[in-house]
């Protein structure tokens, strides 16, 4: 029998502007999940939030892209939509591109990061959830945590790492494929996966025996939409521990705060913040942008736990980094690079601007 983790999240509404949802959503989400697990759809869930996003850790036996899982996602999004309507949340809504499920929530705006396995004799799994970044985001924490070994002991001195992993790279401009296998394609797979924006890892497995270590949302909202309505904020399932990173290798790419994109508007680079759920309301430049970290026990499809994982004194330095960090980037005001290049930004005044100088810009000499 094997067990199906589905983490799927949406930003349906906010207080105040986008720094952090409010209870009365997530209750009705308990209320609609609860009835699930009642009637056995599900065998266990749990609720949280990153700043303004609503994360669905749920547990079934029903396997990856299941309808009726999906469906359940969509409609506590929907419930919780209304709620965040009747008391005028900011951006109700926000990230539900369509009015109507049909069938799978995939490209209907929220993310979704699932994994499908054989439970082991014990099998500890972190969820990651972040707000005011994109899926590109988890690029260079991921290909620490199972390519650098520098960050992870176990790939040098455990056999059971020592043959290295997989990484299914999504191309989600193209909307192409490839799968780069590492230490061998080191070099080839970090050509693509630096570019952030363009490249993202979808799956981690390890090559002995192509068993699932982590699976990534990949959602971008404004590719799907075609407009700007929200950075995409991601959400990772890694497994650890026992012929996968141990669980303080899987955590230790955060305590550097990398920068990564979304932040104001969706269009600043910051660091990235790893902070104890608790603190994960971004509310500085509406950032920096944030990353939580959620460890549990998987014991025959139920989630024992969580541990907040960043809820250790130990990250204190990366968050005061963090901070600084912040601090120098803001003083480039609206330069890059703190500003994204105008290609990439989610809202632009360009070209308003360049149609008003039309009759005034003049060919050089
Ligand atoms: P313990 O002795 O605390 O179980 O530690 C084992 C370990 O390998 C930690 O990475
Ligand atoms: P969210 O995607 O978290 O709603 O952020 C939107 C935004 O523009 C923040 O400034
Ligand atoms: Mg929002
Ligand atoms: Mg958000
Ligand atoms: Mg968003």
């Not at 009365?24 to 599900?42: R, S, V």
């Not at 005028?88 to 993310?111: E, H, R, V």
Request: aromatic residues 8%; hydrophobic residues 40%; charged residues 25%.
């Amino acid at each position: 029998m094997k067990t199906t983790i589905s983490v799927i999240k949406a930003d349906v509404g906010s207080i105040a502007g986008h720094a952090k949802t409010h209870v009365a959503l997530l209750n009705k989400c308990d209320e609609i999940l609860a009835k699930a697990k009642e009637e056995e759809l599900l065998v266990d869930y749990h609720i949280t939030n990153c700043g303004d996003d609503i994360d669905l850790i749920m547990t079934h036996r029903n396997g990856t892209e299941n309808e009726e899982v999906h469906g359940l996602a969509w409609n506590a999004f929907i419930e919780a939509t209304k709620v965040a309507k009747s008391l005028k949340l900011y951006g109700a809504g926000q990230d539900l591109l369509s009015d109507t499920f049909s069938g799978n929530i995939k490209g209907m705006g929220p993310g979704c990061a699932e994994m499908e396995f054989k439970e082991r004799p014990s099998d500890p799994v972190i969820v990651f959830c972040c707000d005011k970044t994109e899926p590109g985001a988890f690029n260079m924490p991921i290909f620490k945590m199972f390519a650098d070994p520098f960050n992870t002991a176990g790939l040098v001195i455990d056999p059971s790492l020592h043959g290295g992993y997989d990484f299914e790279i999504f191309d989600v401009i193209e909307h192409k494929k490839v799968t780069m296998s590492c230490p061998d394609e080191m070099y080839d797979a970090l050509a693509l996966l630096g570019s952030t924006g363009r490249y993202v890892i979808k799956h981690v497995t390890r090559r002995s025996d192509n068993e699932i270590a982590a699976s990534i949302s990949t959602e971008r909202l404004n590719l799907m939409a075609g407009q700007y309505i929200g950075k995409d904020d991601p959400v990772a399932i890694v497994r650890s521990q026992s012929g996968f990173p141990a669980a303080g290798e899987v955590v230790e790419p955060f305590a550097f705060p990398h920068l990564v994109s979304g932040w104001m508007r969706g269009s600043h680079n910051g660091p990235l913040m790893p902070v104890a759920q608790r603190n994960a309301t971004p509310v500085r430049f509406d950032g920096p942008p944030r990353v939580i970290a959620l460890g549990f026990q998987i014991n025959n499809s139920e989630l024992v736990g969580p541990l907040d994982m960043f809820d250790d004194p130990a990250f204190d330095r990366s968050r005061a980094l963090a901070s600084e960090v912040a601090e120098y980037m803001r003083r480039h005001g609206p330069f890059e690079p703190h500003r994204l290049p105008a290609d990439e930004m989610e809202y632009t005044s360009l070209p308003g601007v360049l149609k008003m100088l039309e009759g005034r810009m003049k060919d050089m000499d």
